[in-house]
């Protein structure tokens, strides 16, 4: 049973705010909610990380309603740099499991 | 955020010979790092966990003769390719447990390794 799913693909466009949404049903109450971000053969990238409410950073903020459910990633004023695979894990930080990702395209 | 390196960053070898790969949290100290493999157009997929001064813990279908996984330090983890064959052909990437606040896994920039 998968953790969690999310949209296989999005596109955007330059300056756009992009909201990406992941599904968690069963998260357990230990389980953190951890977004990377992973270029062409790179490693995936730290993006965000948070257990409740709202999460915000540099980069991104994180938004998780109070059953914890579900969560969205929010990027704003994307780039074309920003094109990437967006993965959302639930879990400890210690027991990651990648799903399929979100392919982001960024488009001018 | 914390730095996780990895070396090489490429490398390709014949069948029957063995490759070592070195992951090094540069700016943390890590007692658990993790290793992963990604083949072309899939997702990253767990092999071992990596415990500084113990035995690495493997994924079920993941040969320990074959990866074999050393973490003599808290900054260093080695994955060793023994008897390397095409189908080992693969990006290895590593990760490293930073605990200094919450828990995160940092990765590293990833191995491209070609068994020809």
């Known amino acids: 049973l998968a953790k969690t799913t999310q949209p296989i693909s999005m596109d955007s466009y330059e300056g756009q705010e992009v909201n990406i949404t992941c599904s968690h049903n069963?998260?357990?109450?230990?389980?953190?909610i951890t977004w990377y971000q992973q270029f062409p053969s790179q490693g995936p990238r730290f993006i965000i990380q948070?257990?409740?409410t709202k999460v915000t950073n540099e980069v991104a903020s994180l938004f998780i309603p109070a059953d914890r459910k579900s969560s969205t990633l929010s990027l704003p004023r994307v780039s074309l740099s920003d094109t990437a695979v967006y993965y959302c894990l639930v879990g400890e930080p210690r027991q990651l499991t990648f799903g399929s990702g979100t392919q982001l395209t960024v488009l001018p | 955020g914390a730095v996780v390196s990895q070396h090489p960053s490429w490398v390709i070898c014949k069948s029957g010979t063995s490759v070592k790969i070195e992951c090094r949290s540069l700016?943390?100290?890590?007692?658990?790092m993790f290793w992963y493999r990604q083949f072309p157009k899939q997702s990253l997929m767990l092999m071992a966990t990596?415990?500084?001064?113990?035995?690495?813990?493997?994924e079920q279908g993941v040969e320990k003769d074959k990866f074999l996984i050393n973490h003599a330090s808290l900054t260093l983890s080695t994955l060793t390719v023994t008897s390397a064959h095409p189908e080992d052909s693969s990006f290895y990437i590593c990760?490293?447990?930073?605990?200094?606040?919450?828990?995160?896994?940092?990765f590293g920039p990833g191995t491209r390794l070609l068994v020809l």
């Open positions: 990760s490293a447990l930073e605990t200094g606040g919450k828990e995160t896994q940092y």
């Open positions: 990596s415990n500084e001064g113990s035995k690495a813990t493997y």
């Open positions: 700016d943390f100290q890590a007692t658990t």
């Open positions: 948070g257990y409740k």
């Open positions: 069963n998260i357990a109450t230990n389980d953190y």
